[in-house]
T-cell receptor, first 119, second 109 residues
């Protein structure tokens, strides 16, 4: 099946620095990818929709300048957490849909997620 | 709070059946999903059901859908220790998934 890869899986950064997380679709093209955030023992919350070649669409309450999303190619979307603070520590996970495949319900693929710890 | 609602905890004895319930809100959702998340790991798609179906069975998993009541359930037969995890139901709209809070299933010997 299709694979979505995230990198890094784990990252620790100092408060005030920026960190970039990559989401790649390995064997299909994804014009749209989605970024979710999960706090410990909580559900996943959609942060933004990443659109190839255009600006991301952010969900209400998500700071655009804080969480920069770039979708420069059909197989790569990046999430940059700028000026990270401890409250940004979370599990970030992306998903992508293979739009070339007819929608059968099983066309959304998740990455393995990235654990961010800001110290 | 989340639009999709689930009970938070379920404890089940090994070998028994587990039933996890979920209510969703968007009657136009085309598919409804069940995901499993083990500690420290990402999401694993367990199964999904098309909105015009009432039931779907996949080995030990049975999904029941009551579209009128917007109620979805997941039954795990012969629950094993490896089934201990958090289970999320999710509905989809415009390819965006809305997740429930997750049900933590604990399997006891």
């Amino acid at each position: 099946g299709a694979v979505v890869s995230q990198h890094p899986s784990w990252v620790i950064c100092k408060s005030g620095t920026s960190v970039k997380i990559e989401c790649r679709s390995l064997d299909f093209q994804a014009t749209t990818m989605f970024w979710y955030r999960q706090f410990p023992k909580q559900s996943l919350m959609l942060m933004a929709t990443s659109n190839e070649g255009s600006k991301a669409t952010y969900e209400q309450g998500v700071e655009k300048d804080k969480f920069l999303i770039n979708h420069a190619s059909l197989t790569l979307s990046t999430l940059t957490v700028t000026s990270a603070h401890p409250e940004d520590s979370s599990f970030y996970i992306c998903s992508a849909r293979d739009f070339k495949v007819a929608d059968s319900g099983n066309t959304i693929y998740f990455g393995e997620g990235s654990w961010l710890t800001v110290v | 709070g989340e639009d999709v609602e689930q009970s938070l905890f379920l404890s089940v004895r090994e070998g028994d059946s587990s039933v996890i319930n979920c209510t969703y809100t968007d009657s136009s959702s085309t598919y409804l999903y069940w995901y499993k998340q083990e500690p420290g790991a990402g999401l694993q798609l367990l199964t999904y059901i098309f909105s015009n179906m009432d039931m779907k069975q996949d080995q030990r998993l049975t999904v029941l859908l009551n579209k009128k009541d917007k109620h979805l359930s997941l039954r795990i037969a012969d629950t094993q220790t490896g089934d201990s995890a958090i289970y999320f139901c999710a509905e989809i709209k415009d390819y965006k998934l809305s997740f429930g809070a997750g049900t933590t299933v604990t399997v006891r010997a």
